[in-house]
């Protein structure tokens, strides 16, 4: 590692430990907060889960497969009313074989840690979180390659939300191998003004994201992008390593803190901000 390196790297710990974690804020309603410049770390409230889960209806994952009864998928996909609480009597790995997950109900909780030895590992797809109030823990997700499936088109994150979710935590999960970003929190499909907010990435490590796999630009191992009008990201005591960049990135028009987090062996940058013109013409931006 050379010295530029050593040094990012110093700057990001500096940065992370020089203020606490903030608190666990579960076990009550999470208050809102303002935006823009006036926009302070303390008033970040993390993620809460809003519904009980003793009345949560019990859905069991039986098997390792991609789809069908007794599935990840079917678990996720099922017609439940109310708060869904998903777990796992196997453990082992699951073969997405290109077609990723999508969380699409709120109030969903995913305990990958009733999953026995060796626990839960997803490969060869991405999660999309697309609904609000959901926790997902103790869960790998590997994408990877895609392995024989065609390198055309394959560039799944780990997982990213999309839409106007909010009040979503995602904790004791590694996300690696990645072809786009591991772990992202994005609005994508939000109307103006409704982007995803408070979204928590909380104790994960964000590792070795893909740098010369099958995405259409080359090079591109990322650890988090926090874009598209997204609020309120609280992104604490995580471990990034092994990916070039975005260890993580901000865009314009987001808010967030990074906090008690580790960034080692990072390529070319640890946290940083970008405002790219072509997405941003002719407009001022403050960082």
Same mark, same amino acid.
């Given at each position: 590692m050379n010295h530029p390196q050593r040094f990012q790297i110093l700057l990001a710990l500096i940065a992370c430990l020089s203020v606490g974690e903030p608190g666990i804020a579960e076990d009550k309603p999470a208050k809102e907060s303002s935006r823009g410049s006036d926009w302070k770390w303390q008033e970040a409230p993390l993620a809460c889960f809003d519904a009980d889960l003793d009345k949560a209806e019990i859905l069991r994952v039986t098997n390792l497969k991609k789809d069908g009864t007794g599935s990840l998928r079917a678990a996720l996909e099922a017609e439940v009313e109310g708060p869904r609480l998903i777990v796992f009597e196997v453990g082992g790995v699951i073969d997405l074989e290109g077609r990723g997950l999508r969380i699409q109900s709120d109030h969903t909780w995913i305990a990958g840690q009733t999953g026995p030895e060796p626990g839960i590992t997803v490969i060869r797809g991405g999660i999309r979180e697309e609904a609000s109030h959901v926790v997902l823990q103790h869960l790998r997700v590997r994408p990877g390659d895609g392995?024989? /499936? =065609?390198?055309?088109?394959?560039? =799944?994150? %780990?997982?990213? &939300? /999309?839409? #106007?979710?909010?009040?979503? /935590?995602?904790e004791h999960c590694s996300m690696t191998w990645s072809i786009d970003e591991n772990l992202s929190a994005s609005s994508y499909g939000a109307p103006d003004g409704q982007g995803a907010r408070r979204i928590t990435f909380r104790r994960n490590i964000i590792a070795e994201g893909l740098d010369e796999a099958t995405h259409e630009k080359g090079g591109h191992s990322k650890g988090t992008l926090v874009h598209d009008a997204t609020h309120e990201v609280a992104i604490v005591g995580n471990l990034y390593a092994g990916n070039v960049e975005r260890n993580p990135v901000f865009k314009l028009? &987001? #808010?967030?803190?990074?906090?008690?987090?580790?960034? !080692?062996?990072? %390529?070319?940058? !640890?946290?940083? !901000? #970008?405002?790219?013109?072509?997405?941003?013409? %002719?407009? =001022? !931006?403050?960082?």
């Open positions: 392995g024989d /499936l =065609p390198d055309e088109g394959w560039e =799944p994150d %780990g997982l990213t &939300t /999309l839409g #106007s979710v909010h009040d979503v /935590l995602v028009d &987001t #808010s967030g803190v990074v906090v008690n987090c580790v960034m !080692a062996c990072n %390529g070319q940058r !640890a946290i940083h !901000a #970008s405002v790219p013109e072509a997405d941003y013409p %002719g407009k =001022p !931006a403050r960082l």
